[in-house]
């Protein structure tokens, strides 16, 4: 009988990006092989306080796998800005953004430097990477050759602007209170052509009603959710209890934590039993890149609800 315990994280590994100034550093691995062996992605996020020193810390650099990166604003009640100005080389073009926003970066694209131009409230930077399960991608980079000697020069006609969200689609759930509804879908097939991923993402305001609102459902897709709090001085704690259900094992946290769940297994329902401060559901389905493919008739075992 599997103990489905093991798909949790509820304490993050501190490996990655030590030594910078003004972030929480190192950050916060929540989902890698190190802690969920089946997990086939790696994802790590961490807060940002005040303009990071040294600033770069990231600098131009390429990876064998796809990555999702996203800045992400620390108030629920104004979701969309970041509370920051920053500005990220892709393929050696400067992207500039000032809001929520996530980035693809389709493997063999070089990327970086990534520059903080102005700071205003604490927010949170996440890495995902698709396809590996641990940190070597991410700290073993492939080599560029020589050093880059100034910024990088954009060499391809690619305009990666393509790859940059800044708006979100809405189109996740409907009718719950004390959440947010439809929920901020910001990476999909749709918004970036040829990420066969799915993101989406909502704050989380209070008890919400109905609770639970997520009953059991299964898909075709590996997925991976993260739950994470509001306070930047505090980042493990939650603001919250949950009891997630998968495969009929009632699983129950109070900290910021990450849920692998392997495709084919049914999970839900997802109930709220305290609340005490804003946080944050997230959803990530690999493999499937439309609302369509995540949300097929198959979902529910032949209908929606």
């Not at 993050?12 to 100034?21: A, F, L, Q, R, T």
């Not at 989902?31 to 807060?47: K, N, R």
């Not at 005040?50 to 600098?59: A, F, R, S």
């Not at 999909?188 to 052509?193: A, C, E, G, K, T």
Request: glycine share 10%.
């Amino acid at each position: 009988m599997i103990d489905y315990e093991k798909y949790l994280v509820r304490k993050p590994i501190y490996e990655s990006c030590s030594g910078v100034k003004n972030r929480q550093s190192p950050v916060m691995t929540y989902m890698s092989q190190a802690q969920v062996p089946e997990a086939d992605c790696y994802l790590e996020f961490g807060w940002i306080y005040g303009l990071p020193e040294p600033n770069p810390h990231v600098l131009e650099h390429v990876h064998d796998f796809d990555e999702i990166i996203m800045h992400f604003g620390g108030s629920p009640y104004t979701s969309r800005d970041l509370g920051a100005e920053i500005e990220f080389y892709i393929g050696g073009q400067p992207i500039t953004f000032n809001t929520t926003t996530s980035v693809f970066i389709p493997k063999g694209v070089p990327h970086g430097p990534l520059t903080w131009k102005k700071f205003a409230r604490p927010h949170v930077q996440m890495v995902i990477m698709l396809g590996a399960g641990n940190n070597g991608p991410t700290i073993s980079q492939r080599d560029l050759g020589e050093a880059t000697v100034g910024l990088p020069r954009k060499t391809s006609d690619t305009d990666f602007e393509e790859y940059v969200v800044r708006t979100p689609v809405r189109e996740v759930g409907r009718g719950v209170k004390n959440r947010q509804m439809p929920t901020m879908t910001y990476m999909n097939r749709h918004l970036v052509l040829g990420a066969n991923y799915y993101l989406e993402c909502g704050w989380i305001y209070g008890m919400p009603e109905p609770n639970p609102h997520v009953f059991e459902h299964v898909h075709n897709y590996n997925e991976v959710v993260i739950h994470f709090g509001s306070d930047p001085d505090n980042p493990e704690e939650l603001g919250g209890e949950i009891e997630y259900c998968v495969n009929g094992q009632p699983l129950t946290f109070s900290t910021t934590s990450g849920l692998f769940i392997p495709k084919g297994v049914k999970h839900g329902p997802l109930t709220w039993n305290k609340y005490t401060r804003p946080h944050v559901e997230m959803t990530l389905i690999m493999g499937a890149g439309t609302y369509r493919e995540v949300w097929s008739a198959e979902t529910f075992g032949g209908h929606k609800k």
